[in-house]
């Protein structure tokens, strides 16, 4: 999008009453409604569901070690944060899902799970970290292969932790959207891009970057939240992960 004129497409229609949060089009994740796998399995048939991407059979004992792209770092500070683990792991891949584990009883340092869209960018960080080229708060992490294994899949090939989202002012703000995705899944902020407000044909349009801590369950649940309950209000669609080194999105 250009930094000084966004043309808006006509289904843009800004001019339309704010919707409220109550729409329920889009399912609550697990983690929030608590359903038990059994109404879980009833809820991935509904008509105005689209699939958890967390229940992928590309995990777990389906995928071969030599397709694992899960990566179990140990040894990091214990109150490291998803935007700091993250910001320390660049030209490396997509990051496909991030979870940071904090310190448990006589253990001090945090653990983190991380896993990226293909082989190849897992087998990169590992490199990395295995050849002590990356650094946490002067401290070499340990990296080995997670026993949780994530295999590929099948997602688009633009899929990403990161949303590029433009529209109506109203809505698109952090205060609106945060609390907006709070109500539909749990998530992690890696951080917030503000790209600022453009003229476009029906009035300003605002341009944030989402830049979450995992695709799987957050960037994915976020992007199909938006387009099924706000269309019309925004357009969104994924960016480029920071962690594959192909520079900011929305420039």
Not at 70 to 96: K, Y
Not at 189 to 205: L, R
Request: charged share 20%; net charge positive.
């Amino acid at each position: 999008m250009s930094q000084d004129q966004v043309t808006a497409p006509p289904k843009l229609n800004m001019s339309s009453t704010i919707p409220t949060m109550d729409l329920r089009v889009f399912v609550p994740s697990e983690q929030l409604t608590g359903n038990s796998s059994a109404e879980r399995q009833i809820s991935r048939h509904n008509g105005n569901y689209r699939g958890d991407c967390s229940l992928s059979i590309n995990t777990g004992a389906n995928v071969q070690e030599q397709n694992n792209t899960n990566l179990w770092i140990t040894g990091l500070p214990g109150t490291i944060t998803i935007q700091e683990l993250l910001a320390a792991i660049t030209r490396t891949g997509r990051v496909r899902s991030t979870v940071v584990n904090a310190p448990t009883g006589t253990i001090m340092t945090a653990a983190a799970s991380i896993s990226f869209f293909n082989r190849k960018d897992a087998e990169n960080l590992y490199r990395k970290i295995e050849n002590g080229r990356i650094l946490y708060r002067g401290t070499f992490p340990s990296i080995q292969w997670n026993r949780n294994k994530v295999g590929e899949g099948d997602a688009h090939p633009l899929a990403s932790r990161v949303l590029l989202i433009a529209g109506d002012p109203e809505i698109v703000n952090e205060k609106y959207l945060n609390e907006f995705f709070s109500k539909k899944f749990v998530y992690e902020i890696d951080c917030i891009i503000n790209h600022g407000t453009v003229d476009g044909f029906n009035g300003p349009i605002s341009r944030l970057e989402y830049r979450f801590g995992s695709w799987r369950s957050q960037a994915s649940s976020a992007r199909l939240a938006l387009t099924l309950e706000l269309k019309g209000f925004l357009l969104v669609e994924y960016g480029p992960d920071p962690c594959a080194g192909q520079g900011p999105g929305l420039r």
